[in-house]
């Protein structure tokens, strides 16, 4: 995929940036840092010199900064002018491919999204499964990529079971690269596991805002409902038995979370009957949602509900119901969907489709291209 050109390119980059590094090093200084667990943005800010007058100004921007989900280990730039006295932090906002660079100069400061054009190279990683399979891709790229590589097989009815029993794993994974230096990983594009006998593939299909692994050898399975959100990324699963994360209490987690940017589309997983909308100090925002069989599914957390909606509306699957947030106990953006069947909470990944019904046509024709193709 054109990796041998990535590389060379990336090559001439890298000492363009050396060469203005050493040129400027007098006036110019950047430093990369790692974000740390419980630091947002703000307590990086402050940490940074930024004032409380600073920090007026920059959340006068209006831009949701205590949003941004940042990760720990992640990397973020530091850059500060010795002559202007111009210090600027820039931070990564990999799923969408954008940065938030806040800057002070004196007694200004500000703040600035932007989209980015990250260099991208391809890298393949393998390695032998057994035990800690993901604890050995996690020491081999990051956390969030070993969530994801089991995210890849995570519908799929055995998946528990393929990642205990394999012999053998091996992934293709997005390295992204800002003016030479690496920032971090995108997507994961393609997943593999050996078991003794069998190999088991997915591949990722990338639609506008996100995306779904696919199993190339078995039509795209349709089950009941389909995918709230543009890509399944489970943070935390339906759990009977859970210690909440806030209230350290034993609390059942009666939902799956699905980790999301910030105000990303959330899509109704079927057609049906908004049964319940408005706001509660736990859920946040919320809608619920009344479809046949004694079905009910809920979408909590949100940043915002659609304002044509209230109850008794109708709404068609894939259609965008709000958009994810951090409303009520959150400690960092998720959509908390929970599944109802006759009023009892159910496991609802085992009844979810990988992608939402809007993407299904998308999801099925390049289905067929790819089982075409292998
Ligand atoms: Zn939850």
Redesign the pocket.
Known sequence: MGSTATAAALGKITEAVVADTVGAEAEQQVQWQQVLPGQSISSILKENGFRNDHLGRVYSENLPLDQFPLIPGERFQKRWNRVSGLKELKFYIIPKRTSLTVWRQKDQAGATLRVENFMVKLRNFSGNAGFHLLGRIEAQADRSIANRFSDSFRLSGNWQELLNKSKHYQFVVEELFDNGTFIGFGDILETNLTTANEQHRRFFVAYPGGGAFINPDIQPAQRLFYSPVNYLRVS?AFNQRRRHPITKRRTP?????LEMPSGEGVYAALDGIVVNVGRSRAAGKYIAIRHHHGFETSY??LLSVNSNLAVGSPVAAGERIGSVGCTGYCTSP?L???LKKEKRFVDPLPLLTVYPYHRKKYVGEKWLSLARGL
């Open positions: 935390s987690h009666l939902g799956v979370d909590n957390h998720h908390h969907f929970a």
